[in-house]
């Protein structure tokens, strides 16, 4: 926990002394978008997480030296009761041997009665063809250190709005590793309402734990506002 305090007042002290001059238009570029959720299953850097879950969201962002300083809750509704998780993060465009990167560092809490996990985490993302992303994440509760790395591609459906994006994501850490491959779909309403849904298959080899995944197929829906 100590760890985690010392990041988030990190995070927040880096964003709020790059803000300066720009405090005064902060909140009126303030960006709002909520969000609801269900899913049978749930993962997080391929741990589960939670069972037959009901979620709402919130994301708070706003654009700070450059870049964008964004707070992300979730509460989340299971039948072992209420489990809230949130993200704070920075991001920003940076060019790195002549290429264009999206620099991400946060930390984030997650409950979970599998076991409650506290991280800090830096990532970078590069789009070549496909989306591609590899962070580098500490998990401060069980001192794990670990990378994930992903890959997207979104492909334009004769569905005017529609989206449909496969999608594969793998975590490799000190006492496990794991594995997500599926698809999601997202069709946008209008400017401000979009609907989706994802499919996936997910496992990872940390047997014997409350963290185990086994061959678990995800189905999960959601829809999202932005105000």
Excluded: C
């Amino acid at each position: 926990m100590k760890t985690l305090l010392v990041g988030l007042m990190t995070v927040l002290g880096a964003a709020f002394s790059i803000a300066g001059s720009e405090a005064t238009t902060l909140a009126d570029n303030l960006k709002v978008e909520t969000g609801v959720s269900v899913s049978n299953f749930t993962t997080d850097r391929g741990l589960a997480t939670r069972e037959d879950s009901l979620g709402a969201s919130i994301l708070l962002g706003a654009p700070v030296g450059g870049g964008t300083f964004a707070f992300d809750f979730g509460l989340h509704d299971t039948d072992d009761g209420g489990e809230l998780d949130f993200t704070a993060s920075y991001g920003k465009g940076i060019s790195l041997l002549g290429q264009n990167f999206d620099l991400t560092a946060g930390v984030s809490s997650v409950e979970s009665v599998f076991g409650d996990r506290e991280e800090i985490f830096v990532g970078l993302g590069y789009t070549w063809v496909a989306d591609f992303t590899a962070t580098v994440w500490h998990e401060d509760n069980n001192e794990w250190y670990g990378v994930e790395l992903g890959a997207s591609y979104d492909i334009e459906t004769p569905v005017v709005g529609l989206v449909a994006s496969p999608f594969a994501t793998v975590n490799i850490a000190d006492e496990y590793s794991a594995v997500e491959v599926g698809v999601k779909a997202t069709y946008k309403v209008s400017d401000e309402l979009s609907v989706g849904a994802k499919v996936s298959y997910n496992t990872n080899d940390f047997d014997g734990s409350s963290f185990d995944v086994d061959n678990e197929w995800i189905i999960g829906a959601g829809a999202s506002f932005k105000f």
